[in-house]
């Protein structure tokens, strides 16, 4: 079974900075692109960084230059780092393997102004 966990979420103030963590199952990072997502109330979730299985990355025009996402493969983790944050960055953040159809339960991110 693919689990996917994330952690690292919380309440920051606008201008700082959060990094998350999202724990794979073992081996899945070396076969399998992990993208992170964002969902804010009342909106759709929508994409913020991903990164295949050749570690390359993507970015929307939304988070490119504030956010990057990493990963340690031997740890089986990805990152997302998220710098000047917004408050319009407030969301639950999920983490997921779109070719496993694979979701974390999300953690949850609240920057204030």
């Known amino acids: 079974q693919v689990q996917l966990v994330e952690s690292g979420g919380g309440l920051v103030q606008a201008g700082e900075s959060l990094r998350l963590s999202c724990v794979a199952s073992e081996g899945i990072l070396n076969h399998y692109a992990v993208d992170w997502y964002r969902q804010a109330p009342g909106k759709q979730r929508e994409l913020v960084a991903g990164v295949n299985s050749a570690g390359g990355t993507n970015y929307p025009d939304s988070t490119k230059g504030r956010f990057t996402i990493s990963r340690d493969v031997a740890k089986n983790t990805v990152y997302l780092q998220m710098n000047s944050l917004k408050p319009e960055d407030t969301a639950v953040y999920y983490c997921?393997?779109?070719?496993?159809?694979?979701w974390g339960q999300g953690t949850e991110v609240t920057v204030s102004s």
């Open positions: 997921g393997a779109p070719g496993l159809r694979a």
